[in-house]
C-alpha cells in the first residue's frame, strides 16, 4: 500500500503512542467542554488514563435535543462560523457548531478517507473533497435526473450517495437512454447514511462498473469522514486521533471487548465549539480485533448492522432488518426494493415481506414464481429463525425513496 496514505505519520502512527495522544486530546476536550451550560459540572476536569473514561456518563441524542439551542456551546458565539440543524424524525431540533478550526480539521478527515480509497486530484466529485484538489459539484438530494446529468456532462467520476438512492437512480439512466457502466466515467462510489449488505455494495459495483466504498458518518460527529474503508474493502477504520471509539452493551451500557457487537460510542477529541464526550450513536456494530494488512493503526468497525432501536422483537426473536436484507439481495431474481410489515392478529406477531423481482421473472410462469418464493423464505428462516410470509411483488410498484429508505412498516405500533 505504498503510497497511499494521506498522512502516513498519523495514519500508522503506533498504538501505544496513538493512546497517548489520546489521553492528552481528552484531558484538553474535557477543559473545553466545562465551559458548556450542558457539561458544565457533570464530567471531571482531568483524567489520569483512558479507563476513567468509563465513569463518565453517556451523552444522548435526547440530550442534544434538551440542550437545544445553546446548551452544548463550549466558546462564545462569534468563534463560531458555521452550524448544521436537524430538525430529526421527531421534529425536535438539534444543533451543531463549529468553529473554523473544528471545519480545518473535518477537511483534513475527509481529505485523509477519499485520499485512501484512491482519489486524486484529477478527480471530479459529487460532493466535498477541495482538499485533495478535486473538482466538487454539491449537490443535495432530490431532483434524480439533474444529478444524472450533472454527472453525465462534467464527467463525474467519484459519487457520494445512500446505497438506497444509488439503487434508485439506475431505472432513470435508462430512461435518459444511458447506461452508467459504459456511459459514465464514474470510478469510486461512496455509501453510507444507511445500513445496508455485501451484497448491495456487490449489485452497486456490477450495474455502475466501479469500487464502492463503505463510509460511515453522523452528523453529530461533523458528518461523513468519521469512518472509511481503505482498499482491503473490510471494515472501516475510525479515524482514532479524532474520536474516541467505544462499543457497548444496548441496554446495559457495559463497554464491550472489541469484538463483540453493541452500539457505538464516540468522544470527540479535536472539537472546540461543541464537544461531545461518550456520544451514544444508536448504531450498532462491530469492533474489529486484528490490525489491518494494509498498515493502519486506527481500528476498523464493521459496516452498521442498524440502529439499536431498529431492533425489531418477534415472536420473541431479536432481529435487525439488515438480517433480512443480506438474504434476499442475495437472490438474482430479487429486484431492488423491498418492504417488510410486521402485523399482530390475535396476540400472534406475524412478519410479511414483499420483495420486489426482476420484469423477466414476474413474467414468468406460476410455477416458476412459487419455486423462488419457496426459496425466498426458506433462506430466510434459516438467517432469522422464523417462518415469514413473503409476498412477490411488480418491479417499480413499492414505494421509492430519494433519501434513506424506510423498508420497515411495524404496524404493532399504530
Ligand atoms: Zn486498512
Known amino acids: 500500500m505504498e503510497g497511499c496514505y494521506w498522512d502516513r505519520e498519523i495514519e500508522t502512527i503506533p498504538r501505544e503512542d496513538l493512546?497517548?495522544?489520546?489521553?492528552?486530546?481528552?484531558?484538553?476536550?474535557?477543559?473545553?467542554?466545562?465551559?458548556?451550560?450542558?457539561?458544565?459540572g457533570k464530567i471531571p476536569e482531568f483524567v489520569s488514563d483512558l479507563d476513567a473514561l468509563k465513569d463518565i456518563p453517556f451523552t444522548t441524542k435526547k440530550d442534544l435535543r434538551g440542550s437545544f439551542p445553546h446548551g452544548m456551546l463550549a466558546v462564545p458565539l462569534e468563534r463560531i462560523i458555521r452550524l448544521h440543524s436537524s430538525s430529526g424524525t421527531t421534529g425536535t431540533a438539534t444543533v451543531v457548531y463549529h468553529t473554523k478550526h473544528d471545519i480545518d480539521n473535518w477537511t483534513e478527515l475527509v481529505a485523509?478517507?477519499?485520499?485512501?480509497?484512491?482519489?486524486?486530484?484529477?478527480?471530479?466529485?459529487?460532493?466535498?473533497?477541495?482538499?485533495?484538489?478535486?473538482?466538487?459539484?454539491?449537490?443535495?438530494?432530490?431532483?434524480?435526473?439533474?444529478?444524472?446529468?450533472?454527472?453525465?456532462?462534467?464527467?463525474?467520476?467519484?459519487?457520494?450517495?445512500?446505497?438506497?438512492?444509488?439503487?434508485?437512480?439506475?431505472?432513470?439512466?435508462?430512461?435518459?437512454g444511458l447506461n452508467p457502466r459504459d456511459q459514465l466515467q464514474l470510478r469510486i462510489a461512496f455509501l453510507g447514511a444507511e445500513p445496508y449488505t455485501e451484497e448491495t455494495r456487490r449489485r452497486i459495483e456490477d450495474i455502475?462498473?466501479?469500487?464502492?466504498?463503505?463510509?460511515?458518518?453522523?452528523?453529530?460527529?461533523?458528518?461523513?469522514g468519521v469512518a472509511f474503508e481503505c482498499p482491503m474493502k473490510n471494515?472501516?477504520?475510525?479515524?482514532?486521533?479524532?474520536?474516541?471509539?467505544?462499543?457497548?452493551?444496548?441496554?446495559?451500557?457495559?463497554?464491550?471487548?472489541?469484538?463483540?457487537?453493541?452500539?457505538?460510542?464516540?468522544?470527540?477529541?479535536?472539537?472546540?465549539?461543541?464537544?461531545?464526550i461518550r456520544y451514544r450513536t444508536g448504531d450498532v456494530a462491530t469492533i474489529f480485533p486484528h490490525k489491518c494488512p494494509c498498515?493502519?493503526?486506527?481500528?476498523?468497525?464493521?459496516?452498521?448492522?442498524?440502529?439499536?432501536?431498529?431492533?425489531?422483537?418477534?415472536?420473541?426473536?431479536?432481529?435487525?432488518?439488515?438480517?433480512?436484507?443480506?438474504?434476499?439481495?442475495?437472490?438474482?431474481e430479487v429486484g431492488n426494493n423491498y418492504l417488510i410489515e410486521i402485523e399482530r392478529v390475535d396476540y400472534l406477531d406475524s412478519i410479511n415481506i414483499k420483495v420486489e423481482i426482476v420484469p423477466e421473472t414476474f413474467h414468468g410462469s406460476f410455477d416458476e414464481l412459487e419455486h423462488l418464493k419457496k426459496k425466498i423464505v426458506d433462506n430466510l428462516k434459516t438467517e432469522i429463525l422464523i417462518q415469514p410470509k413473503v409476498t412477490l411483488v411488480e418491479p417499480g410498484s413499492l414505494p421509492r425513496s430519494e433519501g434513506k429508505a424506510v423498508r420497515v412498516v411495524d404496524k404493532r405500533k399504530e
Do not use: C
Request: a positive charge; zero cysteines; charged letters at 25%.
Open 112 to 176: 485523509r478517507s477519499m485520499y485512501m480509497t484512491g482519489v486524486r486530484k484529477h478527480d471530479i466529485f459529487h460532493y466535498g473533497s477541495e482538499r485533495i484538489g478535486a473538482l466538487t459539484i454539491p449537490a443535495s438530494s432530490g431532483n434524480s435526473k439533474r444529478q444524472i446529468r450533472l454527472m453525465r456532462d462534467f464527467h463525474a467520476t467519484v459519487i457520494h450517495v445512500t446505497p438506497s438512492y444509488a439503487l434508485h437512480l439506475y431505472p432513470l439512466f435508462a430512461e435518459e
Open 295 to 332: 498498515g493502519r493503526t486506527h481500528r476498523r468497525i464493521s459496516r452498521i448492522k442498524g440502529r439499536s432501536d431498529d431492533m425489531l422483537i418477534i415472536k420473541g426473536v431479536n432481529l435487525y432488518p439488515m438480517q433480512i436484507e443480506k438474504v434476499i439481495m442475495d437472490i438474482p
Open 19 to 40: 493512546l497517548r495522544l489520546q489521553l492528552d486530546r481528552l484531558n484538553k476536550t474535557l477543559q473545553i467542554a466545562k465551559h458548556s451550560p450542558f457539561y458544565r
Open 208 to 224: 455502475y462498473g466501479l469500487d464502492a466504498y463503505d463510509s460511515y458518518g453522523l452528523s453529530e460527529m461533523n458528518g461523513p
Open 235 to 276: 471494515g472501516m477504520h475510525l479515524w482514532e486521533d479524532h474520536y474516541i471509539l467505544e462499543a457497548i452493551h444496548p441496554k446495559t451500557g457495559k463497554m464491550l471487548r472489541d469484538g463483540e457487537e453493541g452500539e457505538l460510542v464516540l468522544t470527540t477529541l479535536v472539537r472546540n465549539g461543541m464537544p461531545i
